[in-house]
């Protein structure tokens, strides 16, 4: 507990780049890095890392307000005929979608948690109000996530489908990850970390085995991406880190790779074909295309992050 309210108080990046910054760690990725990462594509194979936004099913169990997404037609082919509105017998299919911006794959906005009454960079907490985030919104990076992705396969280093519950991966973990693999992490990388969460959900049809104590990152690797300059980082489970790591404390690391270093968290990532075909042909880089909705003010964002190879 000593350790981590120290790096809570020494760890920041808040004033690195202007009082006004609101883009955080995305601040490494650089138009050169965006080119040389396009340079990756070799294959042209595309994965998409996104779970399904299927009606009333997902990971969320309506705790905090999150619900699973809600998926409603207004208009069918089953429809009986009404006006002739398009001409030439011509008609539509229509829907909404009602859901949280955390409902499934998605991306946390560097506003999504405070404390102490600040946000990041120093903001106040009451710049969130009931218009949204005049500060740290997603709205102000939403384009801004594409860069050189890279993975790093932790459960299959360690030679399991699916970390033990509540397994806190350290410095250690990812630094053996990487030199198994044969891959470095730097600036600008956007980080995926694979806990095998996701092989439990098989065809997404349930997700009972899903939830619970999740393995993830441990807070201390919140110093590890700093040090590299890390641009963001996603993983296959429901908070990026580990639950249950600390006693009274629900989320270090989102309070020191969020909060304090400006890192945005990607959660709920589907990795399992991706991390299938780069051990198959052992390349752990790609292009890495995971931009958000222009949410006004957003927390968060729906993503449907596209992995190229």
Not at 1 to 15: C, V
Not at 245 to 258: E, R, Y
Not at 285 to 298: M, R, S
């Amino acid at each position: 507990m000593a350790e981590f309210h120290r790096q809570l108080k020494e760890l920041k990046n808040w004033g690195k780049w202007g009082t006004d910054d609101q883009k955080g760690a995305l601040n490494y990725i650089s138009d050169e890095k965006r080119a040389r990462a396009a340079a990756l594509v070799r294959r042209g194979r595309i994965f998409s890392l996104a779970i399904p936004m299927t009606s009333g099913a997902g990971p969320q169990r309506g705790l905090g307000g999150r619900i699973n997404p809600l998926h409603f037609m207004t208009a069918t082919g089953c429809d009986p005929a009404g006006p002739d509105l398009l001409g030439a017998n011509c008609r539509y299919t229509d829907d909404f979608l009602v859901m949280t911006v955390q409902a499934g794959t998605q991306w946390d906005a560097l506003c999504h948690i405070y404390y102490d009454d600040a946000l990041y960079n120093g903001f106040p907490a009451t710049q969130v109000d009931s218009r949204g985030a005049q500060r740290g919104g997603i709205d102000k990076v939403h384009a801004d996530f594409v860069s050189r992705g890279v993975l790093l396969d932790v459960a299959r280093a360690r030679g399991v489908d699916c970390l033990p519950a509540g397994y806190a991966i350290t410095s250690a973990d990812l630094d053996a990850t990487a030199a198994r693999q044969g891959t470095g992490v730097g600036e600008g990388d956007i980080l995926l970390v694979r806990t095998g969460q996701m092989s439990t959900v098989g065809d997404f049809a349930t997700w009972d085995a899903f939830r619970g104590r999740e393995a993830g990152l441990h807070w201390e690797t919140a110093a590890w991406l700093h040090e590299r300059r890390v641009a963001a980082v996603a993983a296959d489970n429901s908070m990026v880190e580990a639950s249950g790591v600390m006693q009274d404390v629900m989320v270090p690391f989102h309070m020191l790779a969020l909060t304090n270093l400006g890192i945005h968290l990607g959660e709920f990532w589907y990795l399992e074909e991706l991390a299938a075909d780069c051990a198959a042909d052992g390349v752990w880089e790609f292009l890495l295309v995971a931009q958000g909705l222009p949410i006004t003010g957003g927390s968060g964002t729906p993503v449907n992050p596209l992995a190229i190879k």
